[in-house]
Nanobody, 125 residues
Framework: VQLQASGGGLVQSGGSLRLSCLTS????????ICWFRQAPGKEREGVSC???????YYSDSVKGRFSISREYAKRTVHLQMNSLEPGDTAVYYC????????????????????WGRGTQVTVSS
């Protein structure tokens, strides 16, 4: 199982970035992909999840600004980030797990067994 996050960079406040999580070693049709982020000195926090049945979830801090989608032909999950704010600055990670996830536990980073390397997102004011 491999996850490879990419697409980070430096952007001004109000700008946009699209992150991508390239997956391999498992069937993307069957498993969730979630995005987390971690800012310096802070806990890793959940940002968005895409469940295999089509449901998507967003944390309150990004709802209405971020959008998660799947591109099955490329085995990739994208996170479109619009209206970026300095508070979005963090290293972003994608993760998956082969156990069913629930709304009660999906934001708990400890339950995910597989992680990609992070990609840095920096939003300047």
């Amino acid at each position: 199982v491999q996850l490879q996050a990419s697409g980070g960079g430096l952007v001004q406040s109000g700008g946009s970035l699209r992150l991508s999580c390239l997956t391999s070693g498992f069937n993307l049709y069957h498993y969730p992909i979630c995005w987390f982020r971690q800012a310096p000195g802070k806990e890793r926090e959940g940002v968005s999840c895409s469940i295999s049945d089509g449901r998507t979830y967003y944390s309150d801090s990004v709802k209405g600004r971020f959008s998660i989608s799947r591109e099955y032909a490329k085995r990739t999950v994208h996170l479109q980030m619009n209206s970026l704010e300095p508070g979005d600055t963090a290293v972003y990670y994608c993760a998956t797990d082969f156990e069913p996830i629930s709304e009660a536990t999906m934001w708990n980073s400890y339950r995910y067994d597989y992680w990609g390397r992070g990609t840095q997102v920096t939003v300047s004011s």
